[in-house]
């Protein structure tokens, strides 16, 4: 054979090759179809004893939240990208105590993972059927989590937040408590966990159904030393303890930078949040009211347990409260005595309060027999405050033997219960009734 009939041959079998494996590969699309490009996982899971969770079934984009009505098969996935909740944010994720002046809600992403895939074939949408482990399942294996726009049931148990956490609650959804007779609980329990950001969480407590009548602890949102946590626009009702509880695990883990605006606080037991001890807080924005049932009752309420507590770097800005069983705002913190001397830092702007049953801010902080080593220094700023009908009219209390703690109060606006407005001498004048310490007052 010539060669150039031999390389002619090779050529035309490299043709008849090429065309047989277009030919195969043609087939084997048409056989798999629209979905070639998408591989789903089934992940191996736990029986958490309710019934076994299923993995790749249809989730309608209503149950999302979304207007679709299309339906969509979602694949798990086994981990989801770590996202920097403060960075999205614009906070900083450092353990400095930085505030930030302003935040952006944090976008659903497209690394968002859906409570919704969590929940048993069948689950109900009205609040009846306990889902604590399946939530927190989702919860111990996703970074940023989506609750759906009803309502969902937990038990005493609460659910636990890792550090590194966004969670979005859409329009509709409700973390509802079933039933306790604990004393105390956390239904969203932040512990030990820093780079968090709760969006729109609704919490509602078990107060006018618990099933045991002693303890106050029971808690909507609970933060013991942690830093750099957001909350955003909650609302939370009817807990057996404090809507809202900052504080420590122990003696030195004080929480840092604590942002919490537009939040919704009623009729909690005890009071709508507790500051037990923070460095660096933002409260901006944060209504709290008709908080009754077992003391202080405050709307506000700062009060340390130890002398290693510290109330630092604190502003609340534009808050409301009005008819709670204690005072509006409440700083007591004579158990910061007995130790080093600390300062505190609290700045207040544009309070208002309406009819609170003790005063519209009570301020204490006195040395308890036995107690001798330390001092309490520094300043409680009030400014542009409007104090409104309280019982008795006694909008300010300020009692304290500590010569160096001091409390500032600028252009205020008194109205009596009888709707009287006081002018700038009676407002000093009733502003120094309550008070024996440092109290400064300036009608700009």
């Known amino acids: 054979m010539a060669k150039s009939e031999w390389i002619k041959g090779i050529i035309v079998g490299v043709v008849i090759l090429q065309a047989l494996h277009v030919g195969c590969t043609s087939a084997e699309d048409q056989q798999r179809g629209s979905s070639s490009h998408l591989t789903y996982h089934k992940v191996s899971t736990p029986n958490l004893g309710e019934s076994s969770l299923d993995t790749s079934r249809e989730i309608t984009n209503e149950d999302r939240g979304t207007q679709s009505k299309n339906t969509s098969q979602y694949p798990r996935?086994?981990?989801?990208?770590?996202?920097?909740?403060?960075?999205?944010?614009?906070?900083?994720?450092?353990?400095?105590?930085?505030?930030?002046?302003?935040?952006?809600?944090?976008?659903?992403?497209?690394?968002?993972?859906?409570?919704?895939?969590?929940?048993?074939?069948?689950?109900?949408?009205?609040?009846?059927?306990?889902?604590?482990?399946?939530?927190?399942?989702?919860?111990?294996?996703?970074?940023?989590?989506?609750?759906?726009?009803?309502?969902?049931?937990?038990?005493?148990?609460?659910?636990?937040?890792?550090?590194?956490?966004?969670?979005?609650?859409?329009?509709?959804?409700?973390?509802?408590?079933?039933?306790?007779?604990?004393?105390?609980?956390?239904?969203?329990?932040?512990?030990?966990?820093?780079?968090?950001?709760?969006?729109?969480?609704?919490?509602?407590?078990?107060?006018?159904?618990?099933?045991?009548?002693?303890?106050?602890?029971?808690?909507?949102?609970?933060?013991?030393?942690?830093?750099?946590?957001?909350?955003?626009?909650?609302?939370?009702?009817?807990?057996?303890?404090?809507?809202?509880?900052?504080?420590?695990?122990?003696?030195?883990?004080?929480?840092?930078?604590?942002?919490?605006?537009?939040?919704?606080?009623?009729?909690?037991?005890?009071?709508?949040?507790?500051?037990?001890?923070?460095?660096?807080?933002?409260?901006?924005?944060?209504?709290?009211?008709?908080?009754?049932?077992?003391?202080p009752m405050c709307g506000i309420n700062f009060e340390t347990n130890n002398p290693g507590c510290e109330i630092k770097n604190v502003k609340v800005i534009n808050p409301k409260t009005e008819y709670n069983g204690g005072s509006g705002i409440q700083i007591g913190i004579s158990t910061l005595l007995g130790g080093n001397p600390k300062k505190v830092d609290v700045k207040i702007i544009n309070h208002v309060d309406v009819g609170s049953k003790s005063f519209a801010v009570k301020v204490a902080c006195n040395r308890k027999n036995g107690i001798y080593g330390g001092e309490v220094l520094g300043k409680i700023s009030i400014i542009n405050p409007t104090w409104n009908s309280t019982i008795g009219d006694r909008p300010l209390a300020f009692i304290t033997d500590q010569n160096e703690f001091k409390v500032e109060v600028t252009s205020a606006r008194v109205k009596q219960s009888n709707g009287n407005v006081l002018n700038d001498g009676e407002i000093k004048a009733v502003l120094k009734k309550h008070s024996n310490g440092q109290l400064s007052i300036d009608q700009l």
Not at 111 to 118: A, L, P, R, V
Not at 140 to 152: E, G, K
Not at 192 to 219: C, S, Y
């Open 77 to 295: 996935k086994v981990s989801s990208k770590k996202v920097d909740s403060n960075a999205t944010l614009g906070l900083n994720s450092s353990s400095k105590t930085v505030i930030a002046s302003h935040l952006v809600e944090p976008a659903i992403t497209a690394t968002s993972h859906y409570i919704i895939d969590d929940l048993p074939v069948g689950y109900v949408k009205n609040g009846t059927v306990d889902y604590t482990l399946y939530v927190q399942r989702a919860l111990n294996r996703y970074d940023n989590v989506v609750f759906p726009p009803f309502p969902i049931l937990i038990n005493d148990t609460g659910l636990k937040i890792s550090s590194n956490t966004t969670i979005t609650f859409l329009k509709g959804s409700l973390l509802k408590l079933k039933p306790s007779q604990e004393t105390g609980y956390a239904i969203l329990d932040i512990k030990n966990a820093n780079n968090i950001t709760l969006v729109n969480p609704v919490i509602q407590g078990d107060r006018f159904n618990h099933l045991g009548k002693g303890g106050e602890w029971g808690m909507g949102i609970s933060i013991k030393g942690s830093s750099n946590i957001n909350v955003i626009g909650a609302r939370i009702t009817d807990c057996w303890g404090d809507g809202i509880y900052i504080g420590q695990v122990g003696k030195g883990d004080v929480p840092k930078n604590i942002f919490i605006k537009d939040a919704y606080l009623s009729k909690n037991r005890r009071d709508g949040i507790s500051i037990i001890s923070v460095n660096g807080l933002v409260l901006e924005n944060v209504y709290s009211a008709h908080h009754d049932g077992t003391k």
